[in-house]
Nanobody, 124 residues
């Protein structure tokens, strides 16, 4: 079992930055692929970024490439999402997800464990 707790969300002006964190429980965190997803009001949850357990592979949605960076610290059981040049359309609840795999999945059904999410609001 893995429990995930996100933090770092908040209100920021367009062009600003935020760093989200996702703290995971469990001794085998280093063997889980970690992903970030987001869901805006009235929209389906969408993929944002993912990172393999070794951090050797990453994947990003086209809408965030060049602006967001996913990273992980296996010693701290934590995955991060650095978000720069934020836009109002980035406003959403951001959730982290985990799966016992080394493949950088991009679909929600491929992840077994989910956090509760943290709200990110970008004002124009």
């Amino acid at each position: 079992q893995v429990q995930l707790v996100e933090s770092g969300g908040g209100l920021v002006q367009a062009g600003g930055s935020l760093r989200l964190s996702c703290a995971a429980s469990g001794r085998t965190f280093s063997r889980y692929v970690m992903g970030w997803f987001r869901q805006a009001p009235g929209k389906e949850r969408e993929f944002v970024a993912a990172i393999s357990w070794s951090a050797g592979s990453t994947s990003y949605a086209d809408s965030v490439k060049g602006r967001f960076t996913i990273s992980r610290d296996n010693a701290k059981n934590t995955v991060y999402l650095q978000m720069n040049s934020l836009k109002p359309e980035d406003t959403a609840v951001y959730s982290c997800a985990a799966d016992y795999s080394d493949y950088v999945y991009q679909r929600t059904y491929e992840y077994d464990y989910w956090g509760q999410g943290t709200q990110v609001t970008v004002s124009s």
